[in-house]
Structure formats: C-alpha cells, structure tokens
C-alpha cells in the first residue's frame, strides 16, 4: 500500500473540514518553481526544429511562419495557464526535510492517505484527471521526446533533480475541463470535490 502525505497550513486545514471538502488545485504556472510545466532544453530545440518545418509550406506568409517559429513556447504557456495539479509527499513515513522545507511554522498538519484513497475519493473525474509520479531529471541533459514534451500533462511531471527530496505524486487535470470553474480567465487555484469519507487515513 503506497502511503502519501500531504503538508498544508492548520487555517486550510480547518478549510477543507468545515467547509470546502475539495482537493486544493494550484495552476502550474502559479507554483514558485519557475520551470514547472516547462521543457528540457534538448527537447524544446528539437520541437522547435519540428515545427519549422512546416516553414515552406507557408511562404508569403510571414504571420503564420511567425506563429510556427512561436508554436513550441506558446504550447508551454497554454499548459502553465490551464493545467492544475494538487501534490503529495510519497513515502511510508513523514520526511524530516519536507517539514524544514515546507513548514514556515507550527500551525501546519500533515494529512496521511494512500494512492488508492486519494484516487477513490475524486467525485469529479474528467478525461485527463490523472494521478502519476514526478521524474526528477537535469533539464540540461533530459530529453523526454517530442511527443510527450508536446503535452502539458507529460511536462507537469518533470521537475529539476534538485526537489528529488520531495518524492511527489500529483493529481493533474485542466481548468478548461473542470465544469464548475469560471471560463473568462485562469484561476490561480481551484477547487475540486472530494469523498471526504475516503480522503483521510490519518493525521
């Protein structure tokens, strides 16, 4: 049984019990990492060489070459404005270092559940809410593909080696997707049901 663990503040804790009953979804581009939902360098200059191609079949049309030579960063931007995730620590035990990390002060709690738990207490599964595991790669060196590094929900779990302490599993959907968010912009974070009965194993 895979435990996880997730670490947030008391008053949001306090939050989810008496009134929301939701998972927490913070926007990629919104997290304090700056290369969250972005591409190893290897891939995005061979993206970009993929794109370019199309270049010749748009001669005289300088707006539409522009746009290919953009394509690749504009396709980062979009998955960093409408891809949520909501994160957890995977471990048997806490981690020492992700309460020195990530606790600024002893109002936080540390909710414990399990992989299949947080799976089973999703009440508003959509097409691409998927839970999967954080790679920890140099983005110098990594190349993960154009075909995945084409996908949002692919370069959401990525991470730089340097979190590798942080052993995430997240939850991945998008905002577009989600009924209940407002479509006249991004949302910073959202909110997502949960089955409260099968959330919690322990505290």
């Not at 049984?1 to 979804?25: I, P, Q």
């Not at 942080?166 to 905002?175: S, T």
């Not at 959202?190 to 089955?195: A, L, R, S």
Request: hydrophobic share 40%; proline share 3%.
């Amino acid at each position: 049984m895979e435990t996880v663990w997730r670490y947030l503040t008391f008053a949001k804790f306090v939050s989810l019990l008496e009134e929301l009953r939701a998972l927490w979804m913070s926007r990629l581009g919104a997290l304090s990492d700056r290369f969250e939902g972005t591409l190893p360098h290897k891939t995005r200059e061979n993206m970009i060489v993929s794109d370019l191609k199309w270049k010749p079949t748009f001669d005289g049309q300088p707006e539409l070459q522009d746009q290919l030579a953009n394509m690749t960063d504009r396709n980062v931007a979009d998955g960093q404005d409408v891809l949520v995730v909501n994160c957890w620590f995977l471990g048997e035990s806490e981690s020492p270092q992700m309460w020195k990390e990530h606790v600024g002060s002893t109002e936080w709690v540390a909710i414990r559940s399990t992989l299949k738990r947080l799976d089973q207490s999703i009440l508003a599964k959509q097409e691409f809410t998927v839970i999967g595991k954080v790679n920890y790669v140099d983005f110098s060196k990594h190349d993960m593909g154009v075909y995945h590094g084409s996908q949002a929900v692919e370069r959401a779990l990525l991470k730089e080696e340097r979190y590798s302490f942080e052993n995430e599993v997240r939850d991945r959907d998008f905002q577009c997707r989600l009924p209940w968010v407002p479509q006249s912009g991004w949302q910073s974070s959202i909110k997502k049901p949960i089955g409260w009965s099968w959330y919690i194993r322990s505290l």
